[in-house]
C-alpha cells in the first residue's frame, strides 16, 4: 500500500511540477490561475513511477542482505515520497488564499521538497545497508560536517553561476523601469529585449 500511494504521490508531483500557478486581477480581486498538462500526463507520469518502483523493487530482491540478514523493503523506501502530497497545496481551493506562503510551492519551493525527499530516500536505502557500507563508521562526525558544507557550497555556487545572468536571479524591480524608460526615451517602444542584450543598463554606471 505504501509503496502503491508513494507512486500517486510521485507521479502527481512530477504532473504539478509541469504546471504554472500566476495571480491575475478580476473584478479587482487578485485570483490564483493554474496552467495544468493535459489530464494523459498525470497518468503518463504515474504510470513511469509505477515502472520504476517496480524495477526498483526487483534490483532490491537481488541486492545483498545486511547485518540482520534483511533487505530494506519498497515500502520502507517508498515511505519519504508521501510528503510530496504537499506540493498540491498551492493547488487547493482556499488554503493558498489564507496562507499565501504555501503557494511558494508551486515555484522554486518545490525544488526543496524534491530535494528532501530524494535525500530522505537515499538514506534510508543507506541506513538498510549499514552493515555494506562499513566505511561509514568510519568518518567522524567532524569530516561529516566539513563534506556536507562543502557540498552545499559546491551547489550553491554552481546554482548562483546558473542563474546570475538569467532573469531568474532575484534582483528588484527598480532596474526594469528604468530600461523601460530608456527604451521609451531611445526606441520609442516597450521591447526591451535589444536593450538588455546590448547591457544599455550599463552606461554611465561608473559616472
Do not use: K
Not at 504521490?9 to 496552467?35: H, K, M, N, P, Q
Not at 532596474?175 to 547591457?199: C, F, K, M, T
Request: net charge positive.
Amino acid at each position: 500500500m505504501t509503496a502503491g500511494l508513494g507512486c500517486l504521490a510521485i507521479g502527481t508531483a512530477l504532473y504539478l511540477s509541469r504546471a504554472v500557478l500566476d495571480r491575475i486581477v478580476v473584478d479587482e480581486r487578485s485570483t490564483r490561475v493554474a496552467f495544468l498538462p493535459a489530464w494523459p500526463a498525470w497518468a503518463g507520469f504515474v504510470l513511469v513511477a509505477v515502472l520504476a518502483v517496480w524495477w526498483l523493487s526487483r534490483v532490491g530482491r537481488r541486492s545483498p542482505r545486511g547485518e540482520d540478514g534483511r533487505r530494506p523493503s519498497i515500502g520502507t523506501v517508498m515511505l519519504p515520497s508521501l510528503a510530496l502530497v504537499t506540493l498540491t497545496l498551492p493547488y487547493w481551493p482556499w488554503l493558498p488564499d489564507r496562507l499565501p506562503v504555501i503557494q511558494m510551492l508551486a515555484g522554486p519551493g518545490r525544488a526543496l521538497v524534491w530535494l528532501a525527499v530524494i535525500g530522505q530516500m537515499v538514506w534510508v536505502v543507506m541506513q538498510a545497508r549499514a552493515g555494506r557500507t562499513r566505511w561509514l563508521h568510519r568518518v567522524s562526525l567532524d569530516r561529516a560536517t566539513a563534506l556536507v558544507i562543502a557540498g552545499t557550497i559546491a551547489a550553491a555556487g554552481l546554482a548562483a553561476t546558473q542563474l546570475t545572468s538569467t532573469v531568474l536571479f532575484p534582483a528588484g524591480d527598480e532596474p526594469h523601469y528604468l530600461v523601460i524608460a530608456q527604451s521609451l526615451w531611445r526606441d520609442g517602444d516597450l521591447a526591451i529585449e535589444n536593450n538588455h542584450g546590448n547591457a544599455e543598463y550599463r552606461e554611465g554606471r561608473w559616472a
